[in-house]
C-alpha cells in the first residue's frame, strides 16, 4: 500500500511558476513509475507527465512539452513537477500516482496503470 500527498498547489499570475511534490510513504517508492494528472472544472482528468522508476526517462503531454518538467528523489520519497510558463489553461486540480511497475509503456498516460492516488492539490493561473 502506497500512501501519496501532493503539496505546493496555489494561485499565480499567468507567465509564473510552481513546484508540486508529492510525497509517499512505504519503502518500496523507488520501485514505481509515478505519473501527475490534472483535471480542470467540467473536464475529464487528463495526462501530464510520467517517470520512471529510475527517473532514466520520462514522457510529457503535448501541452506542457517544454514548460514543464517532472522528477524524482528517491531517498526523500518524493516526484516534482516543475510548472513554468504557467498559462490560465492550466488551472486544475493535480493529481499524482504510483504505477505497479518501475517502467512506463503505451499506457503510461492513462488512469488505468496508475494503482495509487493522492488527493490532489489545486493549482489556479490567473489571467
Known amino acids: 500500500q502506497v500512501q501519496l500527498v501532493e503539496s505546493g498547489g496555489g494561485l499565480v499570475q499567468d507567465g509564473g511558476s510552481l513546484r508540486l511534490s508529492c510525497a509517499a510513504s512505504?519503502?518500496?517508492?523507488?520501485?514505481?513509475?509515478m505519473g501527475w494528472f490534472r483535471q480542470a472544472p467540467g473536464k475529464e482528468r487528463e495526462f501530464v507527465a510520467a517517470?520512471?522508476?529510475?527517473?532514466?526517462?520520462?514522457t510529457y503531454a503535448d501541452s506542457v512539452k517544454g514548460r514543464f518538467t517532472i522528477s524524482r528523489d528517491n531517498a526523500k520519497n518524493t516526484v516534482y513537477l516543475q510548472m513554468n510558463s504557467l498559462k490560465p489553461e492550466d488551472t486544475a486540480v493535480y493529481y499524482c500516482a504510483a504505477a505497479g511497475s518501475c517502467q512506463l509503456n503505451s499506457d503510461s498516460n492513462k488512469d488505468r496503470y496508475y494503482d495509487y492516488w493522492g488527493q490532489g492539490t489545486q493549482v489556479t493561473v490567473s489571467s
Open positions: 512505504g519503502r518500496t517508492f523507488s520501485r514505481y513509475a
Open positions: 517517470i520512471t522508476c529510475t527517473a532514466n526517462r520520462n
